[in-house]
């Protein structure tokens, strides 16, 4: 492997949330998750415009800490489509 250990800094990932109708979810439901950079980023999808739209971006290591504490309350069931409906900005 030319980069190695693959850390946040050296993984590009895309997530799409699409469903049964193979269709984006409506806002505020987030539609794509991308990670770049040590950054996570959050869009929704407009419809109208037909194309995402920035919502929220954080830190890998602070959206890493949210979800490892939620795994300790008990609080992350394993449903993370459910948990990322509630991702808000501020």
């Known amino acids: ?3 190695y250990p693959i850390t946040s800094k050296n993984v590009n990932m895309m997530i799409g949330f699409s469903g049964d109708d193979h ?6 439901s ?3 998750v991308m990670t770049a950079n040590d ?5 929704r999808y407009d419809k109208i415009r037909r194309k995402f739209i920035d919502d929220y971006e954080e830190s890998y290591y602070d959206a890493l800490r949210i979800v490892r504490e939620e795994e300790l309350s008990g609080k992350n069931s394993g449903d993370q489509a459910e948990s990322l409906k509630c991702i808000s900005p501020g």
């Open 39 to 43: 950054k996570v980023n959050y869009a």
């Open 1 to 3: 492997m030319k980069d």
């Open 23 to 28: 269709d984006y979810p409506d806002p505020p």
């Open 30 to 32: 987030i539609a794509l």
